[in-house]
């Protein structure tokens, strides 16, 4: 939200050019929102993360005795933040439209790996004093490797937007909007964990004792992304009888969106995705 509001001196110019010509189109809008983006995810191969990470040490090792792990599927979803802040000219001739224009904000995951390995080395073994029966129980090692490919954007966006009143208390809207934005944040988070414990009938957990952590983190190139996007919301004016409230609404915003990237090292992505958005709307 910081890098939206220190660009926002922006769009000043462009506020003093749109009412020059007040008969025509004016500024009548300022929209501030924030939310969630469900993208997919994809689920690649450790080979995909050793080409993005070719310095990481955790992925050098030889990985042919580790498994993908069989309850990912190949593609995911994940919640990541979003954030704009926007501008609504409105137009004299057209006044149920309306262009919305202003920067936004919004990161995401674009590709998981995740690998592990499980060997049992013999531990103990349990020898009943009435029956005679063995009971072996084996030490466990599983090593867990996971890799995320991450990005964080900050771009510019456009809307336009149909509304089905200006003056009601509550009103609907929805439109069609593109994105553009720079990746200033594209970094790949490798992991490898290692729990340690024993298994068998009578010990109390298949993981008892110990576990190592180390992490490596690695900056990639940026890149641009360029979005399609179309808003459906309900829009709430707070008050009907003090001026103040009377032009602050608050509003539920659903964005179905497609985003096309090419991601150096890694691929072009073509990811659809679920924008949830909550926000303020200031009128006037």
């Not at 007040?22 to 969630?36: A, C, N, Q, R």
């Not at 690649?44 to 580790?66: G, K």
């Not at 576990?211 to 360029?226: H, I, P, R």
Request: glycine share 8%.
């Amino acid at each position: 939200m910081r890098n939206l509001l220190s660009v926002f001196i922006l769009m000043l110019p462009f506020l003093y050019m749109a009412q020059e010509d007040e008969k025509k189109i004016s500024i009548t809008d300022v929209y501030l929102m924030s939310g969630s983006n469900y993208m997919s995810t994809n689920i690649e191969n450790v080979s995909v993360f050793q080409q993005m990470a070719p310095n990481s040490s955790i992925l050098a090792q030889d990985m042919s005795q580790f498994e993908s792990m069989p309850f990912f599927p190949k593609m995911g979803t994940s919640p990541n933040k979003s954030s704009s802040l926007l501008l609504g000219l409105s137009f004299a001739e057209k006044p149920h439209q309306s262009l919305r224009l202003g920067f936004n904000h919004s990161m995401g995951t674009y590709a998981l790996t995740n690998y592990s390995r499980t060997t049992f080395t013999p531990y103990d073994t349990l020898t009943s004093s009435q029956t005679g029966e063995q009971i072996f129980i084996d030490s466990m090692s599983t090593t867990s490797i996971n890799g995320t490919a991450f990005s964080e954007y900050l771009g510019l966006e456009g809307s336009l937007i149909f509304r089905s009143s200006n003056e009601a208390r509550w009103s609907f809207f929805g439109g069609v909007g593109l994105s553009l934005r720079f990746c200033f944040n594209n970094r790949v988070n490798v992991t490898e964990s290692t729990y340690e414990g024993v298994s068998g009938e009578y010990s109390y957990s298949n993981y008892n004792y110990g576990n190592n952590w180390k992490t490596e983190n690695f900056k990639g190139y940026g890149y641009l992304s360029t979005s399609i996007f179309f808003p459906l919301g309900i829009d709430l004016r707070i008050g009907k009888n003090r001026d103040f409230w009377k032009i602050a609404h608050l509003f539920m915003e659903l964005r179905p969106n497609l985003t096309i990237a090419s991601i150096p090292d890694y691929t072009t992505v073509i990811s659809p995705s679920m924008v949830g958005n909550f926000g303020l709307r200031i009128t006037w």
